[in-house]
């Protein structure tokens, strides 16, 4: 006879804290949201840290290499998806190690005998009023000028004026050797009064620029997440197929920690990828592995050698796993057994494996939620593609800007590696859609209200760090009906009133 469960499964939107004493010493500035990446022996620390508890997902319409960017200058780590070749998985992963704070590749380029007519049509394009002129056209070629919009008139130039004949040329820029640390360059910028600075190799190479406006930024970030050479820390996703020659290109490239990317991954094929990792890279790098939603598939990944393990089956925004097969279980369920037998595996060994809560975030309080419940962190799909930094389109539909968003398992992803089990390779049916999401701006900007309000709630449970509000947090679950109530009721809301007055 089958198992039955009696309780049903629950989401994070049936939850709600109750606040504990809020001391004195209980507020935003004193809250430490780091937490650890990779198993650790108690008494040690994890070898690999985040200053806050947030993960980007493993999807190609959201972790590249300028997401990754951007989420480790906010303190988290981002998983480069695998949905694609090695060497173009590597080079991401390259370009977010190579990336230096400040210092920028140059995005807009062009060769002396373009025109003007070329420099407007690239302006409108990228955004950008610099544009390096190369010997190649390439962001790397030999420099031989730079145009800004102070050198030419659209009033009075002809549209076909060769670059040549208005940039201002290599023998009149100021600019920085190779090497020049980030306060050299801004103090240069600040003594010639510079927008930029470009900094060039002994052959007059371009290597980056230098915007006065990036340093302001840098400084800006005090959560940035950084290795021990002061490089962005960055993951990748894996799968269990191609592992053996995958995972040796995404160490040699600089991962810091890989995850094997799976719907369902309580799979022998997920304990030969741990074991692949264990045997060649034990203590180079640590593998996250799942996703999982109950006790057993925890305890079978941990046993095969896991270093944290990813949590949720179906509640991803794009997923449609539990409409296609069934199979599944309510995200703060799944994370709440998930979280006792981690509890349970401590006790018995001392060792402590991290959870990361995956997909189904819907609003900003269900991190708070997920980290009560036993999150280390949260993996997200949704929130990131909505921001600038994600690698998708963004479009006007109506009177509203939108990015798009398409889960792993569409058929426009085709990832037919996370869904595999065993067959032919290929998708025989979708457990993904193809979305917009409203588009909301810059990363940090959003992240910024979003920790803000973890930190917030976090007060309101006497909570100074994630352990602690795990510890002492208090969770109660709600009737439809209040549900009702916790949002604006029986009021007419002003911004949906069409009205006239009279
Ligand atoms: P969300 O943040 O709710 O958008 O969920 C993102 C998660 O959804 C991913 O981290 C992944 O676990 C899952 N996902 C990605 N693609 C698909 C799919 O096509 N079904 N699901």
Redo the contacts with the bound molecule.
């Keep these: 006879m089958a198992f039955y469960y009696q309780e049903p499964s629950r989401t994070f939107s049936e939850y709600l804290l109750i606040p504990n004493l809020t001391r004195t010493d209980n507020i935003p500035a004193n809250v430490d949201l780091t937490v650890p990446v990779v198993k650790y022996r108690t008494g040690e620390q994890s070898a690999l840290r985040m200053n806050i508890p947030i993960v980007s ?3 190609q319409s959201v972790s590249d290499n300028n997401l990754a960017v951007a989420l480790a200058r906010s303190g988290g780590i981002s998983f480069i998806h695998g949905s694609q070749s090695v060497a173009d998985q590597a080079e991401m992963i390259r370009k977010v190690k190579k990336y230096k704070a400040g210092f920028v590749i140059s995005d807009s380029n062009l060769t002396p005998d373009h025109t003007l007519r070329d420099i407007l049509a690239l302006k409108e394009r990228k955004g950008h009023s610099t544009v390096a002129v190369t010997e190649d056209g390439t962001p790397n070629g030999k420099l031989l000028g730079i145009v800004t919009s102070r050198d030419y008139r659209i009033s009075r130039d002809a549209l076909d004026k060769p670059i040549r004949e208005f940039m201002t040329p290599f023998a009149s820029l100021v600019y920085g050797r190779e090497g020049i640390s980030l306060s050299e360059a801004n103090d240069i910028i600040w003594d010639h009064k510079l927008n930029c600075l470009p900094i060039i190799d002994e052959n007059q190479n371009l290597m980056y620029f230098v915007f006065r406006k990036d340093y302001d930024s840098h400084k800006e970030n005090p959560y940035e997440l950084l290795d021990q050479h002061k490089r962005y820390v960055v993951g990748a996703g894996v799968n269990t197929r191609d592992f053996a020659e995958r995972i040796p290109a995404l160490v040699e490239a600089g991962a810091d920690v890989l995850c094997i990317d799976s ?1 369902d991954g309580f799979s022998e094929w997920q304990r030969r990828t741990i074991e692949y990792v264990q045997a060649n890279f034990k203590g180079q790098i640590g593998i996250g592995a799942g ?1 999982v939603v109950d006790r057993e598939g925890f305890r079978y990944l941990v046993e095969s050698g896991a270093d944290f393990v990813k949590v ?1 089956i179906g ?7 539990r409409e296609q097969k069934g199979i599944g279980r309510g995200q703060a369920t799944a994370l709440i057994e998930v979280a006792a037998a981690r509890d349970e595996y401590f006790q018995e060994t001392g060792i402590y494996i991290p959870i990361c809560s ?4 819907v609003h900003d309080y269900h991190i708070t939620l997920a980290l009560a419940m036993g999150a280390d962190f949260v ?5 990131f593609a909505r921001f600038d930094e994600s690698p998708t389109k963004k479009f006007k539909l109506g009177n509203n800007y939108v990015k798009e968003y398409w ?4 058929n426009r ?1 085709r990832n037919w590696q996370r869904y595999d089990l065993g067959g032919g390779q290929g998708l025989s049916f979708e ?2 859609v193809d979305s917009y999401v409203p588009y909301a701006g810059g990363l940090k900007e959003n992240l910024d209200i979003t920790l803000s309000k973890i930190k917030s709630t976090m007060c309101n449970c006497g909570a100074l760090s994630i352990p602690e509000l795990q510890r002492t947090a208090r969770i109660t679950l709600v009737s439809s009906t209040s549900l009702i109530e916790g949002g604006a009721h029986d009021v007419i809301l002003k911004d949906k009133t069409v009205y006239s007055e009279t």
Excluded: K, L
Aim: glycine content about 32%.
């Design positions: 997902a493993i999807m719907s996703n949720g509640g991803g925004s794009i997923c449609i796993t995956d997909g189904g975030i993996m997200m799909g949704r929130y889960g792993e398992g569409s992803a457990e993904g």
